[in-house]
């Protein structure tokens, strides 16, 4: 079964600073997504950025951008120019297609709390 | 757009009463998908449906009932509520079974099981 690890439990950063929250994942399968999802406090669940394992760039969404180490199945978010509204927690999640069809649900790891001081 | 629509966003409940959590999407999205949220425990998939009269097991599904009778529509049941079932639940939908789609989440139900 796949696993997704998130070994930060909480993680603090300056307003405007630039910090990297970590996620490590085990799987067998060659082809598959990754997620980070953002949760702030109202408790919706929103996608902040995604990435196939076929690709070799990282993906970027504007202050945003993963580093997608396939070989070692890490994939850790950075968040540039750091802003109060980016508070929450945050979710690294792995969804793979099963033989025959149809994907498997995403597999979530327990989140990072990010703070943000001002 | 109203996208995924849960209902209630609160509920109590008694130990072994019965009630069914409601969700619907107006995105003629094919996916729909059940999940909890427990504290420090991240999400864990419950069911899921990949079309109308089609669903299955997820990771969690003891004590929890699903069906899906039409493409928006995509409840669950719990049958004899237990306090182990004190959770946040997500419903969560994609355009297709495909492992690119995109989860879109609805904003939760707190169930509190007394």
């Known amino acids: 079964a796949q696993t997704v690890t998130q070994s930060q439990p909480e993680m603090s950063v300056q307003e405007a600073e630039t910090v990297t929250l970590s996620c490590t994942y085990d799987?067998?399968?060659?082809?598959?997504?990754l997620f980070w999802y953002k949760q702030p406090p109202s408790r919706q669940m929103i996608l902040v950025i995604r990435q196939e394992a076929y690709k070799q760039q990282n993906a970027t969404e504007n202050r945003f951008s993963v580093n997608f180490q396939k070989a070692a199945k890490s994939f850790s978010l950075k968040i540039s120019d750091s802003q109060l509204g980016d508070a929450a927690m945050y979710f690294c999640a792995y969804r793979s297609q099963r033989r025959g069809g149809g994907a498997d649900g995403l597999t979530f790891g327990k989140g990072t709390h990010l703070i943000i001081q001002p | 757009n109203a996208g995924v629509t849960q209902t209630p966003k609160f509920q109590v409940l008694k130990t072994g009463q019965s009630m069914t959590l409601q969700c619907a999407q107006d995105?003629?999205?094919?996916?729909m998908s059940w999940y909890r949220q427990d504290p420090g425990m991240g999400l864990r998939l419950i069911h899921y449906s990949v079309g109308a009269g089609i669903t299955d097991q997820g990771e969690v599904p003891n004590g929890y009932n699903v069906s899906r009778s039409t493409t928006e529509d995509f409840p669950l049941r719990l049958l004899s509520a237990a306090p182990s079932q004190t959770s946040v639940y997500f419903c969560?939908?994609?355009?297709?079974?495909?492992?690119?789609?995109?989860?879109?989440f609805g904003n939760g139900t707190r169930l509190t099981v007394t």
């Open positions: 799987t067998s399968e060659s082809d598959y997504y």
């Open positions: 969560a939908s994609s355009y297709s079974g495909r492992m690119n789609s995109p989860l879109h």
């Open positions: 995105m003629n999205h094919e996916y």
